[in-house]
Every structure is written in C-alpha cells, then in structure tokens.
C-alpha cells in the first residue's frame, strides 16, 4: 500500500509515492508463534535486555551509563 509523501504535489507521480511492506507485522506473528511454542526452553544471557518482556532500550542505556560512571 503506497503512502503519499507530498499531499500538495500530483497524485499521478510516482515520485510522491513511498511504498510500505507488511513484512514486519508477519515476522512478529512469527516469533511470537515460535516464542509460544519454544519459550519454554529457550534461555537468554542474563546481561541480554533487549528482546525480553519488559525489558528494552531504556534498561540498556541505564545500564551502560552506570557502567560509564
């Protein structure tokens, strides 16, 4: 599904046209199928943030920047 870019250029041009891709919202099914049938036995470094429920960038950056002082 193509997004315009530029609502006040021509509609008919292709060049005001960015294409988007569904790939994403698939691969998330994806894992989450695999996380739902794995999790159990799947086991991650301790020091691993992202990737993990509740976990995320913040927590990583936190951390390196104890790490740095």
């Keep these: ?11 008919l041009s292709i060049e005001n046209y960015t294409p ?3 790939s994403p919202v698939i691969s998330k099914i994806f894992e989450s199928v695999l996380f739902i049938k794995y999790g159990a036995v799947l ?3 301790g020091r691993q943030f992202n990737f993990k429920k509740n976990l995320g960038c ?11 002082l």
């Design 1 to 11: 599904m193509p997004l315009i870019k530029n609502k006040t250029g021509d509609r």
């Design 20 to 22: 988007i891709t569904l």
């Design 43 to 45: 086991h991650v470094n």
């Design 58 to 68: 913040s927590n990583t950056i936190f951390g390196l920047f104890n790490v740095i």
